[in-house]
């Protein structure tokens, strides 16, 4: 069939010319429009449920907001999980769906579900939807800095929030422009309660009142002279003198007016996110939040368009700097993989050329290669794999793989053409055209099936790639698409383009292998060795065993990790404090920390921030701070200066008591932010209906195991470690003054936390209301318990007569994972025996542990998703292993040649961690993705090989004369020594378009070269096995199958 | 047929060989159980029922053990610590309230004529005209006065007369005619003035002018001209504002802390950035039903009367307490149940404290117990020594005994101070995830190595909730390769900071220690 297809081929030289130029135009079309970004998003599928209510805090919200709505959502279909997170005055749900669920059919179902609930949540609380777009869709984040020192913070804060946000926001692919730091301005009404008890106000009338002093109403029209007028009712707040003069009641006549009873100012909001530029100071920050699926580049472009059109608008002075900019490594990321690929293309070109040295020959691979390159990109384009890092990273894995079939293909046509004219005599001008190509075709065809099969083979054993699931299958699909895509389109291009460039290039002077200097140099050398193997078989199959046994312990004394961390070009300086910290105490530190950061010489721009910012994707707690550090191109860095090494001294300079430093890359950090739950390998998860009873069990746990001699330590997460004070109400004291729990609390609500009563309406701008005590009246314990409230007699009295005011803790965060209150226990293991430790842990836990009803406790952990991928891997591997074996039976129809041919990947496994070794790479997802390559390159030049040796023997057999041993022996030499350049071509190749990845040093490299360092390594091994131990095999049994007596031609593959 | 088979099963026998290993590799890293569902929900007598509102009334979950930090200068500086000290000194809380001023009842005068009359003028003509002592008022024609007047005038010339008579008992009896009649003069509050006047003139006047017997503010006035004045009219109300009460608001539960004759001072909105002093005088025996108030009253000198009558008023109460241990209350921090001060022990060793505390006075906390006076205690960034603390007791590491702790130690604390120098290298030279060789070259003050020590080092990374990661504690004890290094290795699994603390001990007593923050390659 193959051999059928080269023919029509080559009787059809237009149409494939045609069709070539139709991929290649497609493909460059293609290119131009795939989404561009650094790493693949390999966030859920998940819908974030963003809940506010300020002032609040989390086991109030968790009981009144999160269980109610986490229980509804639970019911929707495809959900996979719910999980919450509730914190002082935000609750986050984040629904995760099944993969392969659309998403905007998912938020429809969470709308849905959410509508549901109309009625049940309190009324100040209304749910939001999250942006169609994930924390990893973080992809620019400026600075409002005002250099004049003219504006407030409330201003800029203003300044960003009115405009700046909606001017963004129309960028196409913009979800979301989210606000940090600053003051959001608030009209606040400070209410002197001593003054209320005075004129015998209670609060609840001046809420009203002011409720009421701010709104605008139309009253239809009024005809006149055939013109319509329009009426409207006038009213908003002009300025705070007409909030000051809102009356509030009449004594006597004389109206009482909020200035008789408080004071008015504008003030900030609660804060919750601070943002600092340089350590220069405080100032506002705006993050763009990319849509999903969108391209990252392309964004970042608009942006910065737009952003360059608003600058004049701005007021004097205010500067827009950008704290964050991701372009710049998408653009290096990209530029690296490129200039990897170039690099790559050339050295597979002067390899090709080196080799066949006959220039014209060589152009055919060195042609085809960017055909197939260019062609992968049009699937990709209609699959929506983005052009990133992982996706560039599998075409240049694959190049060495791509030109193999054409080089294979292009040297037998060689050698058939040149050995035809050296057999026919000395000038090739006697060959006749028809001739020629009879002689290239029978070459082809000759190739073409072991070719096109042994491809098949590298692009099978590469299928377990798309099996890994969810985060290392988001993030590897892409690269295992463009490999698999290209390899697929390089072998159908082998057969079709290949034999017609073959007839129109291969003409011409053509020199006899023998005459290559290349050749023969590598003959000369290869020859004795194998000489010498084939005579002494058990001592090399020995030494070999011993080899592999000595090298496969290695892969103990290597470390794992999920994914090698890529240089991004910036830094995130992540401190943690202990939950509870003040946003001053945390803002006050944050300025600090930036000052010494700013002060290295690397360092380009320092964006501190901590807390959180307005965006439902943003879910960091008030303890976190998240310092995005931009540091200046490598070649500006002070001499000798690492990445490791500046991050070493930062972190030495930046010792805050009570934090503890963590450092990571902006990318990384919004993706390890995605991946919710337990980070060490094993955890428990506590759940039960209360925080305090989860922190007992947590406890009681830590003790039980706390003798496990496995066991490094153990940390039971502290859930209750909020600072409370808590005003709970005395009920009989209350009935005594004839006031409901509810009045008392109003009293907390409004006069203690204050609360938005109005918002008034400024033009394009709306600032809320705010009502509640003055600060003097509110600002400590005593002051606290002093807060009056009006009793239905008209008597006002302190709230401590009827309420008791203490200090607590509770919780500073809630988690619910499916309706159930959740804490966590990260254990830390010195064993990797994670199975048995954890049936240990179960014993003891039964036998001890006595946990209270409705308390359960669970394992999780990364290695949950270890042990998933790894009983995948194992199911898969075989298969893989199986499916080779049957391709390889197929193109050999020996079940020993077949098993013999599996080999080689154990051999290419033990190069490949010799040299992950030496380099210092760990084990990682990334890793075993360029093991799972490295298997089918070294079965491809496995079969490779055993196609020329058989065709070496064959040669024999057809001479009709019955062989002996020496001729086997002779046939298993010349098979492997006289079709050694094929075979070196092919190796030489791979090795050799991955050198550029392995030296490369740019952005992005960090992250392909334990990916090429396994192949490199596996290929060097893997191919010094096939040149040896493949033809002593070879040898072994084809004696075997002479003493026999059923060694017979093998009949061509098909 | 038959060696191919041989061949056949040969290769088959290697490849099964090499899966079976993958397969083992695999298998033995995680044995049997997946992801183990375990619940162990065992019943217990008496365990809570399952409501989160419940939580309030369950026992308060184990707090976190604290251990002493030690931060140089430097690290304390820069999270802004300062420092306070606990004192013993008399205490003043205060009680805010609101009030309003009031006359003092003390200072009120009418003014009344003993006589009865008519007026004729009237001088002071308006309420709240305000008046001097002295100050006419008005004049008055008392037809009764006159009388009397002429009968001291007709007894007086008598007496000039008779007063030489030697009719005994005559001048005697005139003598006391007059002294009559200047008596019920005297007795009608005819001012001293008058009388001289009518004994020097002896005219009787028939418009007698009325002076203010106060200064102050007329806050009643009957006096108009013609007005027939019997002896129970009351002409004028005069308060004397040079004091004023206030009547000031006091919640019932702070009672009894107000004690008559502390201090108090007010505030008033009419005059901004004004305060009075005054102090307490009085506190009214009853509670107003309506209001749940009681009344204090306050005194306060009003020389500029400034303070006028029905004025709404702040004022604040001083109330003593007496000579107490006091600290900041910026010192305290509330953890919970407990309250934690951090005691200053000298070279940056700060020791968490429990303390007991009384009420809150101002910015200051009563000490009942845990503090002397004298002791230094940080009074800011609290909460990042507390979270410090929490780490250290993680740590379980070692710091160093606190200079001062005890006598002895305090005389010779530089002789407890470890002599060794610690000297610490890795291989590789830059820590990475994975398996590392620590070595630490142990020298005495001299450079002469030290062998024979034991030496353990502690790798330590605290937890990260918030990134989901447990804390790992790693002890190792290194083992003597050569004179004075001692080398070990220590598998650091994640990478990220680590805090590495090394002790030397020998013979018991420790003689070295390091500490130190490091960063180890390869991400978590």
């Known amino acids: 069939m193959i051999s059928r297809v080269i023919d029509w081929c080559a009787n059809n030289r237009f149409l494939v010319f045609t069709g070539t130029l139709l991929l290649v135009l497609a493909g460059i079309w293609s290119l131009r429009n795939i989404p561009l970004d650094a790493l693949p998003d390999i966030s859920d599928v998940q819908v974030i449920v963003h809940v506010p209510w300020e002032g609040q805090p989390p086991n109030i919200i968790e009981d009144q907001v999160t269980y109610p709505i986490v229980t509804t959502l639970l019911a929707a279909p495809h959900v996979k999980a719910v999980r919450a997170q509730t914190m002082f005055g935000d609750a986050y749900i984040f629904v995760v769906f099944e993969d392969g669920t659309d998403l905007y059919w998912a938020r429809s179902r969470v709308l849905e579900y959410i509508q549901q609930l109309q009625g049940v949540l309190p009324k100040s609380v209304s749910p939001m939807i999250g942006p169609d777009a994930t924390g990893a869709g973080w992809v620019y984040e400026y600075a409002v800095i005002d250099g004049s020192h003219q504006r407030s913070l409330a201003d800029l804060r203003s300044l960003q929030d009115w405009y700046l946000r909606y001017q963004l926001e129309t960028v196409p692919g913009v979800a979301e422009v989210a606000s940090i730091g600053g003051f959001v301005r608030q009209y606040q009404v400070n209410l002197d309660p001593n003054k209320l008890r005075a004129y015998n106000i209670p609060l609840s009338m001046i809420i009203d009142r002011v409720r009421d002093s701010t709104n605008e109403v139309g009253g239809r029209v009024l005809e006149m002279g055939g013109a319509q007028y329009m009426i409207r009712g006038l009213g908003y707040l002009r300025s705070l003198q007409d909030l000051e003069s809102v009356p509030v009641a009449t004594k006597n006549g004389t109206p009482v007016l909020i200035r008789d009873v408080g004071t008015v100012a504008f003030g900030p909001d609660i804060r919750q996110g601070v943002v600092e530029w340089n350590g220069e100071g405080e100032t506002v920050g705006g993050i763009i939040v990319m849509r999903d699926g969108m391209n990252a580049l392309s964004v970042i472009d608009s942006v910065k368009k737009k952003l360059a059109e608003i600058k004049p608008s701005l007021p004097s002075g205010v500067e827009i700097v950008s704290g964050y900019d991701r372009s710049g490594l998408i653009q290096a990321s990209i530029k690296t993989l490129q200039r990897d690929l170039l690099e790559e293309a050339i050295i597979v070109s002067f390899v090709t050329v080196a080799f066949l040295f006959h220039f014209r020959s060589a152009l055919i691979p060195i042609l085809t290669l960017p055909i197939a390159v260019l062609a992968s990109f049009i699937p990709m384009y209609f699959l929506h794999v983005s052009s990133n890092i992982m996706s560039l990273g599998g075409l240049a894995l694959a190049i060495g793989v791509l030109i193999d079939a054409a080089i294979v293909m292009v040297e037998n046509g060689y050698r058939h053409l040149s050995e035809h004219i050296a057999a026919t005599g000395a000038s090739g001008a006697k060959l006749t055209e028809k001739e020629r190509r009879r002689i290239l075709m029978g070459a082809a065809k000759q190739v073409g099936p072991a070719i096109f099969f042994s491809l098949l083979v590298i692009l099978v054993s590469f299928l377990p790639v798309f099996l890994l699931e969810a985060q290392e299958g988001r993030m590897f699909r892409p690269l295992a698409w463009t490999k698999t895509l290209s390899v697929a389109f390089s072998s159908i291009l082998a057969i079709t383009l290949v034999p017609v460039l073959m007839v129109i290039f291969i003409r011409g002077h053509l020199r006899p292998e023998s005459e290559n200097p290349f050749s023969r140099w590598t003959q000369a050398l290869y020859l004795p060795v194998l000489r010498f193997c084939l005579r002494y078989r058990k001592t090399t199959l020995l030494l070999n065993l011993i080899f592999l046994a000595i090298t496969i312990p290695l892969a103990w004394r290597i470390g794992s990790q999920f994914m090698p961390p890529l240089y991004e070009g910036s830094s995130l300086y992540m401190p943690t404090a202990l939950p509870g910290i003040s946003i001053t105490q945390a803002s006050t530190l944050l300025q600090k920390q930036d000052r010494i950061i700013k002060s290295f010489p690397e360092v380009e721009s320092v964006f501190g921030a901590v807390g959180r910012s307005d965006s439902p994707t943003d879910n960091a707690p008030l303890d976190m701070y998240d310092t995005t550090i931009m540091l200046k191109p490598r070649e500006k860095w002070r001499a000798g200066m690492t990445y490791e090494k500046l991050i070493r001294e930062m972190d030495e300079k930046l010792q805050f008591p009570g934090l503890t430093n963590t450092w990571t890359m902006p990318v990384q950090n919004r993706l390890d932010m995605e991946l919710t739950g337990i980070k060490t390998p094993v955890g428990l998860k506590i759940q039960g209906p209360n925080v305090e009873g989860i922190q007992r069990a947590g406890a009681q746990l830590q003790q039980v195991l706390g003798g496990i001699p496995e066991l490094r330590s153990i940390f039971a997460e502290r859930v209750a470690e909020g600072f409370y004070i808590n005003v709970e109400v005395n009920r009989l004291e209350a009935a005594r003054y004839g006031l409901t729990v509810a009045e008392v609390q109003r009293a907390v609500t409004y006069g203690i936390g204050g609360e938005n009563v109005a918002e008034n309406i400024e033009g394009r701008e709306r600032y809320p209301i705010n009502v509640r005590y003055s600060r003097d009246f509110r600002d400590d314990i005593e002051q606290l318990k002093r807060v009056v409230i009006a009793t239905p007699t008209g008597a006002q009295i302190p709230i401590s007569e009827v309420a008791k005011v203490y200090f607590s803790r509770g919780p500073a965060m809630i988690r619910d994972e499916d309706g159930l209150l959740t804490g966590y226990v990260y254990l830390d293991l010195a064993t990797k025996d994670y199975g048995g430790f954890v049936a240990k842990a179960n014993r003891l836990l039964n036998e001890k542990l006595r946990l209270p009803a409705g308390y359960t406790y669970k394992w999780s952990g990364e290695y949950e998703f270890e042990v998933r991928a790894k009983e995948r891997l194992k199911f898969i591997v075989p298969i893989v292993f199986f499916v080779i074996f049957l391709l390889l039976y197929m193109i050999f129809h020996s079940v020993t040649e077949a098993a013999v041919l599996i080999f080689p990947t154990f051999y290419a496994m033990t190069g490949g961690l010799i040299l992950q070794y030496w380099l210092g790479y760990n084990f990682s997802v990334a890793v075993w993705v360029g093991y799972i390559a490295l298997f089918g390159i070294a079965v491809e030049t496995g079969v490779v090989m055993v196609v020329y040796l058989h065709e070496s023997l064959d040669k024999r057999l057809a001479s009709g004369v019955p062989l002996k041993h020496e001729d086997i022996e002779a046939a298993a030499i010349e098979g492997a020594v006289q079709r050694l350049r094929p075979k070196l071509m092919t190796v030489t190749a791979v090795l050799a378009s991955l050198i550029p990845i392995l030296w490369e040093t740019g952005i992005g490299s960090d992250v392909m070269k334990p990916i090429a360092a396994p192949i490199v390594g596996g290929m060097i091994t893997s191919t010094i096995h096939v040149l040896i131990l493949v033809p002593v095999f070879f040898a072994v049994m084809k004696e075997r199958a002479l003493r026999a007596g059923n060694l017979t031609i093998k009949s061509d593959a098909e | ?524």
């Open chain 2, 1 to 524: 047929m038959r060696n191919y088979r041989r061949a056949f099963f040969l290769a088959l026998a290697g490849n099964l060989v090499f899966l079976g290993l993958l397969a083992g590799i695999w298998w033995s890293a995680r044995k049997s159980t997946a992801a183990q569902r375990v619940t162990g929900s065992v019943p217990v007598v008496g365990a809570q029922p399952a409501q989160s509102s419940s939580s309030s009334s369950a026992p308060p979950p184990p707090e976190t053990p604290l251990a002493p930090v030690q931060l140089s200068a430097e690290r304390l500086q820069s999270i802004g610590v300062k420092f306070g000290v606990v004192e013993r000194r008399p205490v003043q809380d205060e009680i805010r309230t609101t009030g309003t001023v009031a006359i003092d009842e003390t200072r009120l005068s009418y003014v009344q004529t003993r006589f009865s009359g008519y007026i004729l003028k009237v001088f002071a003509d308006a309420t709240y005209k305000y008046v001097h002592k002295g100050q006419p008022l008005f004049t008055i024609y008392s037809p009764e006065l006159a009388a009397a007047e002429r009968e001291y005038l007709v007894a007086k010339q008598n007496a000039q007369g008779l007063s030489q008579s030697t009719v005994p008992g005559v001048a005697a009896g005139i003598a006391s005619l007059v002294e009559a009649s200047t008596d019920r003069l005297k007795q009608w509050n005819l001012p001293q003035r008058e009388i001289a006047r009518l004994q020097s003139s002896g005219q009787v006047q028939e418009e007698l002018e009325i002076d203010s017997p106060v200064s102050g503010y007329i806050t009643e006035r009957n006096a108009l001209p013609n007005l027939t004045v019997q002896p129970d009219t009351r002409l004028y109300t005069i308060a004397d504002l040079s004091t004023v009460w206030v009547l000031a608001q006091a919640f019932q539960n702070d009672l009894g802390r107000i004690r008559v004759g502390e201090s108090a001072t007010l505030t008033v909105d009419s005059y901004p950035g004004k305060t009075f002093q005054g102090r307490v005088d009085f506190i009214y025996p009853d509670v107003d039903l309506t209001t749940r108030t009681a009344r204090v009253r306050l005194v306060f000198s009003n020389p500029k009367l400034t303070l006028t009558p029905g004025m709404f008023v702040n004022a604040t109460l001083q109330v003593s307490l007496g000579n107490q241990l006091v600290i900041p209350v910026s010192g305290v921090l509330q953890s919970g149940t407990r309250q934690i001060v951090f005691v200053d022990r000298g070279a940056g060793y700060l020791e968490p404290r429990d303390v007991q505390l009384g009420p809150q006075a101002g910015d200051q906390y009563i000490v009942l117990k845990g503090l002397k006076a004298g002791e230094r205690i940080v009074t800011s960034a609290n909460f990042l020594i507390d979270s410090e603390s929490q780490l250290q007791a993680a740590i379980g590491s070692f710091v160093p005994p606190p200079p001062g702790a005890g006598a002895a130690a305090a005389m010779n604390g530089q002789a407890a101070q470890p002599t060794a120098t610690v000297e610490f290298s890795s291989d590789p030279a830059t820590l990475r995830k994975g398996t590392n060789l620590y070595r630490v070259k142990l020298a005495a003050s001299d450079g002469s190595p030290i062998s024979g020590a034991q030496v353990s080092v502690r790798s330590f990374m605290p937890a990260m909730p918030q990134m989901g990661m447990a804390a790992v504690n790693i002890v190792t004890s290194l083992a003597e390769k050569d004179a004075g290094t001692y080398e070990g290795r220590v598998a650091l699994e994640p990478g990220g900071a680590w805090k590495i603390t090394i002790t030397a001990t020998k013979a018991g007593a420790v003689i070295a220690t390091k500490q130190l923050s490091t960063n180890a390659e390869g991400g978590m």
